[in-house]
């Protein structure tokens, strides 16, 4: 018999369980916006990575033989990259960008995807490969297409233990590995390497050093076949503000 079926279930237990649900997520969407209010981007990513390990561990101590995982609760990634595309939606105007999170575009999904405006109104539609294809290639197209990757999955674990974040190198090179053939993919749908960006909240998750970073960032950027501008950090020595570029360069 079916969870639905049986007779302690109500449709209105059901709906009340949908209601709560969707209540989280618009909680969750309030209290980023709030943090990235008062707070930079990356330390508000730390916040929420520490709460939610701070809260398995607290599970783990109020419940005898039942361990969690921290990334089995809240999708640490998701709330990763949901930040991130809050930030967008904070920083450009709603007027003249849609930010689309998660949205499929063909037979990938994106991160993020960053849209200019087309109408006066601030909205667009759904746009289809065709006419992806027909703005990107044409020369006189006046939309903007931008594509984001953060590949959180791969250093969330890191950022939670420490803050001393660094890939192996052999990793390192996989992941750029990975990001170039999402980067053929997104071709075929006709997006440029050149609208192709991926951001990192630091070097040193590529275990590139301060020393020798101008040449092992354009490394890493040719092994994935993009200008090493388009390979972001958050904050690095000497450097912190990456990403404010990052934005004016979409809205130039």
């Known amino acids: 018999m079916s969870l639905i079926n049986r007779k302690s279930t109500t449709i209105q237990e059901i709906q009340l369980n949908i209601d709560c649900i969707i209540a989280n997520h618009k909680e969750i969407y309030q209290s980023i916006d709030k943090f990235l209010e008062n707070y930079d981007l990356l330390t508000t990513i730390k916040f929420l990575l520490k709460a939610i390990d701070s809260f398995s561990k607290d599970c783990d101590e109020k419940e005898e033989n039942f361990k969690v995982s921290p990334y089995t609760i809240g999708s640490p990634e998701y709330l990763v990259e949901l930040c991130m595309a809050r930030y967008f939606r904070k920083v450009l105007s709603k007027q003249e960008w849609t930010i689309y999170?998660?949205?499929?575009?063909?037979?990938?999904?994106?991160?993020?995807?960053?849209?200019?405006?087309?109408?006066?109104?601030?909205?667009?539609?759904?746009?289809?490969?065709?006419?992806?294809?027909?703005?990107?290639?044409?020369?006189?197209?006046?939309?903007k297409i931008v594509v984001v990757d953060?590949?959180?999955?791969?250093?969330?674990?890191?950022?939670?233990?420490?803050?001393?974040?660094?890939?192996?190198?052999?990793?390192?090179?996989?992941?750029?590995?990975?990001?170039?053939?999402?980067?053929?993919?997104?071709v075929r749908c006709g997006i440029t390497p050149k609208n192709y960006f991926i951001i990192f909240p630091d070097s040193e998750v590529l275990g590139i050093s301060s020393e020798e970073f101008e040449i092992q960032h354009e490394y890493h950027a040719k092994k994935v076949g993009i200008p090493k501008e388009n390979i972001i950090f958050l904050e690095r020595k000497g450097k912190t503000d990456e990403l404010h570029s990052f934005v004016n360069k979409i809205i130039a």
């Open 101 to 143: 999170f998660k949205k499929p575009l063909d037979y990938i999904v994106p991160d993020i995807r960053i849209i200019k405006n087309e109408s006066t109104n601030g909205q667009i539609d759904e746009i289809s490969k065709e006419e992806l294809n027909e703005k990107t290639n044409n020369k006189n197209h006046t939309s």
């Open 150 to 186: 953060l590949f959180a999955k791969e250093w969330l674990n890191i950022l939670v233990e420490s803050d001393d974040i660094k890939l192996p190198n052999m990793l390192s090179l996989k992941l750029m590995e990975v990001a170039k053939l999402r980067l053929e993919k997104y």
